[in-house]
């Protein structure tokens, strides 16, 4: 089939737009309510064209071609037609272009140049409307407004969550949000993208640059195992905004906010800005020199006595520095895996877990069994594949979960259980309610990261890889960090090199903080915050003979137990690569300088394997990663364990941490924007037969520990005999472990 566009002759598909053909050839027709990933509701008129043997224009954005159709997108009559709706679309629009944020990059600014005309016969008052408060990361000016509906359309269509409606008509027409509250989607920054004009803004960016002084840079984000791909805005090295990056395997035209808004906590007054070592009681500003010398000096003499941890968000080229300048110093203890604590699966373990399947094909599964992750919540750009998979192929999705949450697509069923009941699942009778998936369907089962903190992990993971065995379901696992599945790849693990060649060693991070090692080596990651057992690993700090970090930022713990502190550069201020869930190898590049004299972690540890002779580079790192990748091939994420023992519970409630996907890094937990609006329901809930009057003083023993806890207190029907804690990223309060037994 074929049409004519200007005289030029165009193949096209059946179900083809006018305004599809012409994109796709570079053929331009303003535009304001369409837009390609939502639904066409024709309403602004401004892409109205001339077609052959139509009397009036027509919109091409919702107009079908026909075989042989004629049209023209800039001939006298489409002309006509557009100036005469870009005159009545700015009616009612400000002429505050010099003050507005959108100016330089402003759909209405660019058209009305184009196609608009420099007189209007309206000469009445202009509207206004009273702005709205949306929240902490959307700011208004709704004065603006053309009423596209983009914005309504995006939380209806994309995020799931009906937060900005269209009310009134004609001249009162409103975009507002429906019950006075601020917007709460994890997607909802990306309405700023989708408005055309200046009505919805960035509230980060507000006021703070011109577009046309801005730099572009590219990077990929560090918050989830995605690797959603993104554009930074800098002016004079400093990050102003962030945006998508269009990418059709992986974010398409979208961003979560923690990606958008992200980059906030870098500015922290908590970033360590010098290297540091303790003399005495304190630590003192000191040169990188003296304390390479002096971490050397301790590994010369407790390297087989030591133990190092690493973050998964470090990159893959942090990664194989670190474990080979490590295992060079005989330093066997190397671990990523800080909030585990069952660890029996790890022979069985896939080299790179993975989500097994493209995320677009997602959209042709008939079955999704989630287990263990609030997709919406933790992973929003994965939640819109599972909308449209709803939507597009009626995919049915199941939730298995402990605690009780909201998802923004349809569930065909859900349950909420404990570790035990989970692990049970397929084989106690009274606990399972009928799942039986068709094993002649495409099927998928997900394990969440928030299941590795169980301390029955390894029995969930054989239960779960027997049924989906037993179904022929594809087995995803997600990742807790940005880089997990490189950490699997590199060999941060006391039992693999990179290329996850087996060596001796069964120890692991829990096992090891259990030794009394001399010397503690913590990469980016904070004791507070990011370990299964804050209380063990604060004890072994104090223990410890030494403590190594590298760090961003200063904790209470850092400062009290760190003997060296190598101040280490943030995402954003390094370049490097991760491997995200679908083991695809992207890397990421520096987008402003480091702040005062802290360092990229590969230039750091680059400069600790020239002690050791190693002359790498950053170049034959990064191709020495490529060559381990590809020579790794994993078949299937089963993880099938021969008689694995059930882990005995005992009569005192199980204590379950709800993943707090907004405090998963260091700079996400200093985001203040994003923890005010994603992040402000702090509270632990009991089940109903054990709850209490909120004056009852609650005093929580686990083990050797008693905390009284003072936050919100909920209460559940379900699971029973466990306790949930949700805590934000900088709560002070200290909990003890992730995944443990308490007494009240
Ligand atoms: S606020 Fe922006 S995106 Fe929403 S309807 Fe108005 S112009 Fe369109
Ligand atoms: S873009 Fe076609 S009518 Fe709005």
New binding site residues.
């Given amino acids: 089939m074929h049409i004519y566009i200007n005289d030029k002759k165009f193949d096209v598909n059946e179900n083809d737009t006018i305004i599809q053909v012409a994109d796709r050839n570079d053929i331009h027709i303003p535009r304001f309510c369409y837009h390609k990933r939502l639904s066409i509701v024709a309403s602004c008129r401004m892409c109205l064209v001339d077609i052959e043997n139509m009397k009036y224009p027509q919109p091409a954005c919702s107009t079908v071609v026909k075989e042989g159709m004629r049209v023209n997108t800039n001939n006298r009559s489409a002309e006509e037609a557009q100036k005469n709706t870009m005159e009545f679309l700015l009616i009612n629009h400000p002429l505050d272009c010099p003050v507005c944020d959108q100016a330089g990059e402003c759909e209405l600014q660019d058209v009305s140049l184009e196609h608009g005309d420099y007189k209007s016969a309206y000469k009445e008052l202009k509207r206004t409307v009273i702005d709205k408060n949306i929240g902490e990361l959307v700011n208004t000016e709704?004065t603006r407004?053309?009423?596209?509906?983009?914005?309504?359309r995006f939380g209806e269509e994309v995020a799931g969550i009906k937060e900005l409606g269209m009310t009134g008509r004609g001249e009162d027409t409103k975009?507002e949000t429906f019950i006075n509250e601020g917007l709460s989607s994890q997607l909802s920054g990306n309405?700023i993208d989708?408005?055309?004009?200046g009505?919805?803004n960035n509230s980060l960016y507000k006021y703070s640059a011109r577009t046309w002084d801005l730099k572009q840079k590219f990077s990929i984000s560090s918050n989830d195992c995605l690797g959603s791909n993104i554009f930074y805005h800098t002016y004079n090295d400093e990050i102003k905004r962030c945006v998508p990056k269009e990418d059709d395997e992986i974010n398409l035209s979208w961003l979560s906010d923690n990606d958008r808004f992200g980059y906030e906590g870098i500015k922290s007054e908590e970033r360590i800005l010098h290297p540091l070592i303790r003399h005495n009681e304190n630590l003192e500003k000191t040169n990188f020199d003296s304390i390479s010398e002096k971490f050397i000096e301790y590994l010369e003499k407790y390297s087989s006595r030591s133990c190092a941890i690493m973050s998964a968000q470090s990159s893959c080229e942090e990664m194989f520095l670190f474990q080979d300048f490590l295992r060079n110093k005989n330093v066997k203890k190397i671990d990523h895996r800080s909030k585990e604590c069952d660890f029996r699966y790890q022979k069985h373990y896939p080299i790179i877990p993975s989500f097994d399947i493209k995320l677009v094909d997602i959209q042709s599964l008939d079955n999704i069994m989630i287990v263990g992750a609030n997709i919406s919540k933790e992973f929003p750009i994965l939640s819109i594949y599972f909308r449209d998979a709803h939507k597009n192929n009626s995919t049915n999705i199941f939730s298995l979960s402990t605690y009780e949450f909201e998802e923004n697509f349809p569930l065909e069923k859900s349950d909420i259980l404990n570790s035990q009941e989970l692990e049970n699942y397929f084989t106690n009778t009274n606990i399972q309610s009928g799942f039986n998936l068709d094993k002649s369907k495409k099927n998928l089962i997900l394990i969440g990261p928030a299941i590795s903190y169980l301390s029955n992990y390894s029995n969930i993971l054989n239960n779960f890889s027997e049924y989906a065995k037993s179904i022929n379901a594809n087995l995803a696992l997600l990742g807790d960090q940005a880089n997990t599945s490189g950490a699997w790849a590199m060999g941060i693990l006391p039992h693999r090199l990179p290329g996850g060649v087996s060596i001796d060693g069964q120890e692991n991070s829990y096992e090891l903080l259990s030794d009394k090692d001399d010397l503690l080596i913590i990469y980016n990651l904070e004791p507070e915050y990011d370990f299964s057992d804050d209380n063990k690993i604060i004890d072994r700090l104090k223990d410890s003979k030494v403590n190594i970090f590298f760090s961003s930022y200063m904790t209470e713990s850092i400062k009290k137990y760190a003997d060296i502190v190598f101040p280490l550069s943030t995402q954003v201020e390094s370049k490097g690569s991760y491997l995200n869930t679908n083991k695809k190898l992207q890397h990421y590049n520096k987008i402003i300088n480091p702040l005062g004299e802290s360092r990229e972690g590969a230039d750091i540890l680059l400069g600790l394997c020239n002690t050791i002779d190693k002359d790498y580079t950053h170049d034959s790192i990064r191709e020495k990663i490529r060559e381990i990748l590809a020579d790794i091939n994993v078949s299937n994420n089963y993880v099938r364990i021969k008689n694995l023992k059930k882990i005995s519970t005992t009569n005192s409630l199980e204590k379950i941490i709800i993943r707090n996907p907004n405090s998963s890094n260091p700079t996400l937990r200093r985001c203040n924007s994003i923890i005010k609006t994603h992040d402000n329901d702090d509270y632990f809930s009991l089940p109903l037969d054990k709850s209490v009057s909120s004056n009852d003083k609650i005093i929580f023993n686990e083990k050797n520990n008693k905390f009284k806890l003072t936050i919100k207190q909920k209460a559940h029907s379900k699971p029973v005999n466990a306790v949930l804690v949700k805590i934000g990223g900088t709560h002070k309060q200290k909990i003890g472990a992730y995944s443990t037994e308490v007494d009240l």
């Fill in positions: 709704m407004c053309i009423h596209c509906s983009r914005c309504v975009i309405v989708l408005c055309p004009v009505a919805l």
